[in-house]
Nanobody, 125 residues
Framework: QVQLVESGGDSVEAGESLRLSCAAS????????MAWFRQAPGKEREGVAL????????HYADSVKGRFAISRDNAKNTVYLQMNSLKPEDAAIYYC??????????????????WGQGTQVTVSS
């Protein structure tokens, strides 16, 4: 059982930055994939970024490439999402997810066994 706790959500203006954190109850090095998803009102949950624990390889949704960066601190069992140049369309509840074994596709939500409770990001224009 892995517990995930997100933090860092806030209300910001377009163009500003935020850093989200996801603290895991298990070693992030032992969890093969950790990812950030988001869900805006009336929209489906979508994958934003993931990181592969063993190599640090990252993968991003096209909509956030060049603006968002996922990273991990294995010593703190924490994964981060640095979000720069935020846009109103980035507003959503952001969820941290963990797939200890593997994923069938980078952002296949069904592959992620553990989820956090979410943290709200609001971006005003």
């Amino acid at each position: 059982q892995v517990q995930l706790v997100e933090s860092g959500g806030d209300s910001v203006e377009a163009g500003e930055s935020l850093r989200l954190s996801c603290a895991a109850s298990a070693s992030t090095y032992l969890i093969n994939y950790m990812a950030w998803f988001r869900q805006a009102p009336g929209k489906e949950r979508e994958g934003v970024a993931l990181i592969y624990a063993r190599t640090g390889t990252t993968h991003y949704a096209d909509s956030v490439k060049g603006r968002f960066a996922i990273s991990r601190d294995n010593a703190k069992n924490t994964v981060y999402l640095q979000m720069n140049s935020l846009k109103p369309e980035d507003a959503a509840i952001y969820y941290c997810a963990a797939a200890p074994l593997g994923v069938s596709a980078p952002f296949d939500s069904g592959s992620y066994e553990y989820w956090g409770q979410g943290t709200q990001v609001t971006v005003s224009s």
